[in-house]
């Protein structure tokens, strides 16, 4: 007997998502500025991949009108990207006229075509300018922040339906200031940890902001406002010590928890906070914070899923600088990895990761905000008529649907899907090198589009939601 198909939900939305500083390019027109990857650009070209810095996305911004069409045509009803503060305000915090003109064009364009747009207000994208007066490390960036979302919720309140605060907000802590990966490639936990807190203040600040401007009449009165975070289930060995257990606590309570309570109680998981402090972490708090932390409740939220996080007791509990380090990696036999990522391929994880909804925050509605592969050197696999065949990406998106499916059936409240990266874009530092797109950018061609073999499949899928 043939396999039963698994089903999505008739209202189950299947969209996908983007960013400004990944797509747009023209990085330095229109009266934009200079943002951290412009400037980590103009520094250190090397540490990008092939030499490929910021400075022209995926050319969305000549050709956003054909791409429109593309998500249309492949079936989907909705996207999401993210409007870049530094092209939206000049450094006096006013707005640039060209800046807000571009966005008010795309949301038309996007009306237009037929598909709502999910609009995000920061993806890793610090104005320089203000990097330079301290950047998450400084209060009065946090203000810049909440007097950034007031000017976007006002100027775009009566378009948009969808809003977000950030994108992923626990990864700037990390890849900035705690394992020197992104610039400014710092090695401390504690400030990383004043950059989360500063965050989540500005964070519930955005979102204050947001109600504001909506019970005034500036936003819809439909309008929802949500974060967005990538949530890494996080797992330890079998028959696991305390020790373990331990590193699970505190893994799961940076990234996850520390999220999912701020977002649904307006405050900050007590016992991390106890552990950071116990550990010698100071954070910058200041009377008021708790009121400003509690505003921060918002609709809805989206889990960009990729892979999960598995972890051990950690061999030492400081690290090189003296702080503490409250977990080690711990590498799953059994694992199966994207190996051009470097990222575990773990669809389950998405299914607890509903499952721990449904039971510790029953309230929440969210939906998958990003999920996706990027695989290396991929157009060394083409057909006769030239187009890239990628099975994985298809057998990758149909085990995470699986997961969801099973999920909703088991209580959890998912509403949708956005695929990471409908179309290639520019990956930060690893540029254009891992490809997530169902559709080809050929940068010897112009940023010419061209859908892979998968493509199919997903338009089968968002037209039915059968999981073929
Ligand atoms: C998410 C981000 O972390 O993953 C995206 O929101 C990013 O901006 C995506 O591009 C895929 O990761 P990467 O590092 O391979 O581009």
Request: net charge negative; charged share 25%.
């Amino acid at each position: 007997m043939a396999e039963q198909k698994l089903a999505l939900p008739k209202d189950f939305f299947i969209g996908s998502a983007l960013s400004g500083p990944q797509t747009e390019g023209e990085w330095n027109k229109g009266g934009k500025l200079e943002n951290l990857w412009d400037t980590w650009s103009m520094e250190n070209l090397d540490d990008f991949y092939n030499r490929v810095g910021s400075y022209g996305g995926n050319d969305f911004m000549a050709k956003y009108k054909e791409d429109l069409v593309l998500m249309k045509e492949l079936g989907l009803d909705n996207y999401r990207t993210s409007i870049q503060w530094s092209r939206l305000l000049d450094e006096n915090g006013n707005l640039n006229p060209e800046g807000a003109a571009w966005y008010h064009e795309l949301f038309r364009a996007s009306a237009k075509a037929g598909l709502d747009v999910f609009v995000n207000l920061y993806h890793f994208d610090m104005p320089t300018y203000l990097f330079r007066r301290g950047g998450w490390e400084s209060r009065e960036v946090v203000e810049a922040y909440a007097h950034y979302t007031d000017v976007a919720f006002r100027e775009f309140g009566s378009e948009i339906k969808y809003w977000f605060t950030f994108n992923e907000p626990i990864v700037e802590p990390e890849q900035r200031y705690q394992e020197g990966v992104w610039y400014p490639k710092l090695h401390d936990y504690g400030r990383a940890r004043t950059v989360q807190y500063h965050i989540s203040l500005a964070h519930s600040l955005g979102v204050a902001n947001f109600r504001a401007a909506q019970a005034e009449g500036a936003v819809r009165a439909d309008a929802k406002i949500g974060m967005i975070n990538c949530f890494t289930p996080t797992y330890t060995k079998e028959n696991p010590s305390e020790a373990d257990l331990e590193a699970v606590r505190m893994t799961s309570g940076i990234n996850n928890r520390w999220w999912l309570d701020l977002i649904t109680k307006g405050a900050l998981p007590q016992d991390v906070l106890d552990s950071l402090k116990e550990g010698g972490v100071r954070l910058p708090v200041r009377a008021g914070d708790a009121e400003i932390l509690a505003q921060g409740v918002v609709d809805w939220l989206g889990c960009n899923y990729y892979h999960p996080t598995r972890v051990q007791a950690p061999a030492s509990k400081v690290d090189q600088y003296g702080l503490p380090h409250f977990a080690d990696e711990y590498v799953w036999p059994d694992a199966v990895m994207n190996e051009s990522r470097g990222w575990e391929i773990y669809p389950e994880g998405l299914y607890d990761f509903g499952m721990d909804c449904a039971k510790n925050y029953p309230e929440l509605e969210w939906f998958v905000s990003e999920n996706g592969i990027g695989i290396m050197d991929e157009y060394k696999n083409r057909d006769e008529q030239g187009r890239v065949i990628d099975p994985y990406r298809v057998d990758f998106v149909r085990s995470h649907l699986e997961a969801v499916s099973r999920a909703i059936a088991d209580g959890a409240k998912c509403r949708g899907y956005h695929y990471w990266g409908l179309i290639d874009n520019w990956s930060w530092s690893n540029a254009f090198k891992n490809r997530y797109g169902f559709v080809e950018v050929d940068l010897m061609d112009g940023y010419k589009r061209r859908p892979k073999q998968s493509a199919e499949w997903l338009t089968k899928v968002a037209t039915s939601h059968v999981i073929e």
